[in-house]
């Protein structure tokens, strides 16, 4: 990304909260710095605190490096310049060799990257097929076991009747444990998830007994896995919880080379684990792709950065799925570049049609995601929000913020991101003349 082409609302969507935000404004000013300047590949300077430190942007992907203490990344020295950057307040100069050696690091370690990736160096161990094939053994065993007790408590459940699940809690929690126990992890979250409906409100019962009877063809599913087509044999054991090694999903996956626009992200936040959702919308092939990213502790900082409203040529892999959605990026060509273009996008028509067709693909499949095309959000006489279009259909919309969707809109239609479960659209961010603006959750 050119240092012209950076927005300070971009600056400040990289920034991991809103305190390092705020403290980045503070410093976007040149008295808190010296030396600073910048060329096509980056932008440094030190800034002042209680030491001198030493502050560099890598322009190409806006990766940041700061000799501070701070262990949130990017930190507030690094927001403060990128601020300086967009707002074009940095002389033009040659980089002095703290930033040189910075940006040497770099090229080699993403040398060696593509060089571990052409000639496959990076090859794991020799296993023991074997022994290998006897714990898979074991382990489908013991799932088996899990899904038959499974099997057995649901259709008690079914059979008792749902009245007074409200007062239930020990249940859930025993049920999810078993399954932790049996190596059935995916299946164990299903379970948790169950625990949260009992007097969610209006239609709950149905709600519960449509979310049984996918755990019952899962368990079903996995009773016949060696019949089912190897994709969606895939799909069950991802549900079950028992994932793909990188390697395979690299070996097996489908390839797509596209011009990729960040259409959105979100961070969640925990105690032990930081979860990073981005969406990534291909401006030829008109896919989504879900990346997914975690790291470890509240201030860890993600692998790979993302900023929503930006493109960039890349080579993703999609993990073997009947109907495949996570992706995983495997390079990335040219600079990153601000995207100001049209987008493909759905009508609520052809996004029904496409839940439809994956969901007839691969019946454990939750939720699309897809770009709306020029649609109107308008509240109706109880409160909820419900997405139009021209041609009078509406899909009602929750979970983000309804008033900040129609102030975007002030009435006339727009590009709308969402994700759709069958009943109801999560919008997730808004594409208003070339601007991406955030809906879900925090959009970074």
Same mark, same amino acid.
């Given at each position: ?23 980045? *404004? ?7 710095? &010296?030396?600073?300047? !910048? ?10 605190g209680s030491a001198l430190y030493q502050v560099r942007v890598d322009l190409a992907d806006l990766s940041s490096k700061c000799s501070c203490p701070s262990r949130k990344f ?13 707002? %074009? ?27 571990? $990736? ?15 094939? =006897?714990?898979?053994?074991? =382990?489908?065993? =013991?799932?088996?076991?899990?899904? %038959? ?16 699940? %409200? ?7 025993? *049920? ?6 049996? *190596? ?25 007994? %449509? ?14 896995? $060696? ?22 999903? /690299? ?11 960040? /259409? ?12 990073? =959702?981005?969406? @990534? @919308? ?10 997914? &990213? ?14 929503p409203g930006t493109a960039f040529d890349a080579e993703l892999v999609f993990w073997p799925s009947a109907a495949p959605q996570r992706a995983k990026l495997l390079k990335r060509q040219g600079e990153v570049q601000p995207w100001t273009g049209a987008l493909p996008s759905l009508t609520l028509e052809g996004l029904c049609q496409r839940f439809a *067709? ?20 308008? !509240? ?63 959009? !970074?």
């Amino acid at each position: 990304m050119t240092p012209s082409s950076l927005t300070a609302e971009q600056a400040l969507a990289l920034a991991p909260d809103s305190s390092v935000a705020g403290a980045g *404004q503070k410093l976007a000013n040149g008295q808190s710095w &010296q030396g600073l300047g !910048r060329n096509e590949r980056a932008a440094w300077g030190e800034c002042k605190g209680s030491a001198l430190y030493q502050v560099r942007v890598d322009l190409a992907d806006l990766s940041s490096k700061c000799s501070c203490p701070s262990r949130k990344f990017p930190c507030k020295h690094a927001v403060g310049l990128l601020l300086l950057t967009a707002a %074009e307040r940095l002389p033009a100069g040659v980089p002095p060799a703290w930033v040189e050696e910075w940006l040497s690091r770099r090229n080699a370690a993403s040398e060696r990257k593509a060089k571990r $990736e052409a000639t496959g160096t990076q090859a794991p161990a020799p296993v023991d097929p074997e022994a290998q094939s =006897r714990r898979a053994a074991d =382990r489908h065993e =013991r799932v088996r076991q899990g899904v %038959e007790a499974l099997s057995l408590w649901m259709e008690d459940l079914v059979r008792q009747g749902f009245a007074g699940l %409200e007062a239930e809690t020990a249940a859930w929690n025993t *049920q999810a444990a078993r399954l932790v126990d049996a *190596q059935a992890p995916g299946l164990a979250a299903q379970v948790r998830q169950l625990a949260a409906l009992p007097g969610s409100g209006p239609g709950w019962p149905r709600r519960m007994l %449509e979310r049984l009877g996918r755990l019952a063809l899962a368990a079903e599913g996995w009773r016949k896995l $060696e019949q089912l087509p190897p994709l969606l044999a895939a799909d069950l054991r991802a549900l079950v919880g028992i994932p793909l090694r990188e390697e395979d999903v /690299i070996a097996r996956g489908e390839r797509l080379m596209d011009r990729w626009v960040v /259409i959105a992200q979100e961070v969640e936040d925990s105690e032990r684990v930081r979860a990073q =959702r981005t969406y @990534l @919308l291909g401006t030829t092939h008109g896919r989504t792709a879900l990346l997914l &990213q975690f790291a470890a502790g509240p201030g860890a900082h993600f692998t790979e950065r993302f900023l929503p409203g930006t493109a960039f040529d890349a080579e993703l892999v999609f993990w073997p799925s009947a109907a495949p959605q996570r992706a995983k990026l495997l390079k990335r060509q040219g600079e990153v570049q601000p995207w100001t273009g049209a987008l493909p996008s759905l009508t609520l028509e052809g996004l029904c049609q496409r839940f439809a *067709q994956e969901l007839s693909q691969q019946p454990f499949h939750e939720q699309t995601a897809a770009l709306l095309g020029q649609v109107v959000p308008v !509240r109706d006489a109880a409160g909820r929000t419900w997405l139009q279009d021209a041609a009078g259909a509406a899909l009602r919309a929750g979970a983000s913020d309804p008033w900040r969707l129609l102030a975007l809109s002030g009435g006339h239609p727009l590009d709308v991101f969402v994700e759709w479960d069958g009943e109801e659209l999560r919008p997730l961010s808004a594409h208003v003349q070339g601007r991406m603006y955030a809906l879900g959750g925090p959009l !970074r």
